[in-house]
């Protein structure tokens, strides 16, 4: 690994791993860490490049923050977490689960998508602007150039296939919102690829968790309580 992840960490007990979005940082989570911190040992990363987090020189991927993740677990001796990812966040977690299924005890997914498609139009599209303006202006710029990092990550990725999917086996709870940036059908795509999954549709954007704490933690909660 070359670097260390910045992280806060609160609580004890079974840990509980929140990665956040594009382009933010650990604070997203604010109010997952005031409530869930009672019964378990919340670890909000920044990802890579966000937040306090260095750079590095690895690549700017979701396989590279799994990767990190993975380095992140080695590191702090957690053998196995429960991982809600938002976003991005939810991107890498999909991807950490099928690739080491026995670090991951539950699955939390909220606003992820397989591939820039999943996206809707009227929020991507200038998403793919602001990328082409960021890349011709990168070579002169230091600021365009991490925009472009940034905007790439939607513009280029994931990569996910429905039938990778379908290898996570631990228990998944897929969350969007009625208004959500993602398509609602993606939103169902992803959890009728995952074994088991459950999908819940609150009432909000794609920031629910920051927006809608309150519905947001009542459902993980339902969630977790499955669990044991």
């Given at each position: 690994?070359?670097?260390a992840?910045?992280?806060?960490?609160?609580?004890?007990?079974?840990?509980?791993?929140?990665?956040?979005?594009?382009?933010?940082?650990?604070?997203?989570?604010?109010?997952?860490?005031?409530?869930f911190?009672?019964?378990?040992?919340?670890?909000?990363?920044?990802?890579?490049?966000?937040?306090?987090?260095?750079?590095g020189?690895?690549p700017?991927?979701?396989?590279?923050?799994?990767?990190?993740?993975?380095?992140?677990?080695?590191i702090?001796?957690?053998?196995?977490?429960?991982?809600?990812?938002?976003?991005?966040?939810?991107?890498?977690?999909?991807?950490?689960?099928?690739?080491?299924?026995?670090?991951?005890?539950?699955?939390i997914?909220?606003?992820?998508?397989?591939?820039?498609?999943?996206?809707?139009?009227?929020?991507?599209?200038?998403?793919?602007?602001?990328?082409?303006?960021?890349?011709?202006f990168?070579?002169?710029?230091?600021?365009?150039?991490?925009?472009?990092?940034?905007?790439?990550?939607?513009?280029?990725?994931?990569?996910?296939?429905?039938?990778?999917?379908?290898?996570?086996?631990?228990?998944?709870?897929?969350?969007?919102?009625?208004?959500?940036?993602?398509?609602?059908?993606?939103?169902?795509?992803?959890?009728?690829?995952?074994?088991?999954?459950?999908?819940?549709?609150?009432?909000?954007?794609?920031?629910?968790?920051?927006?809608?704490?309150?519905?947001?933690?009542?459902?993980?909660?339902?969630?977790?309580?499955?669990?044991?």
């Amino acid at each position: 690994m070359d670097i260390a992840l910045s992280y806060q960490e609160k609580g004890s007990g079974e840990p509980l791993i929140l990665l956040h979005g594009n382009g933010e940082d650990s604070s997203y989570f604010r109010h997952q860490i005031a409530h869930f911190q009672d019964r378990y040992r919340v670890i909000a990363l920044d990802t890579r490049g966000h937040g306090k987090s260095p750079r590095g020189s690895a690549p700017f991927t979701i396989r590279q923050f799994a990767r990190d993740l993975l380095d992140f677990l080695e590191i702090h001796g957690i053998a196995d977490a429960v991982l809600l990812g938002f976003s991005d966040g939810a991107n890498i977690a999909m991807r950490f689960a099928m690739e080491h299924p026995e670090r991951v005890k539950a699955l939390i997914l909220n606003g992820g998508n397989l591939d820039p498609a999943g996206v809707k139009r009227s929020t991507q599209l200038p998403i793919e602007i602001g990328y082409r303006i960021a890349r011709h202006f990168a070579a002169r710029s230091a600021e365009a150039r991490k925009n472009a990092e940034m905007l790439g990550l939607m513009v280029n990725e994931p990569n996910i296939r429905c039938d990778e999917l379908a290898r996570i086996t631990m228990p998944t709870l897929v969350l969007c919102g009625t208004r959500d940036m993602i398509r609602e059908s993606h939103s169902r795509k992803i959890a009728g690829s995952i074994p088991g999954a459950r999908l819940v549709i609150l009432p909000g954007t794609h920031f629910l968790a920051n927006q809608r704490p309150a519905e947001f933690n009542q459902a993980v909660d339902a969630f977790l309580q499955t669990l044991r």
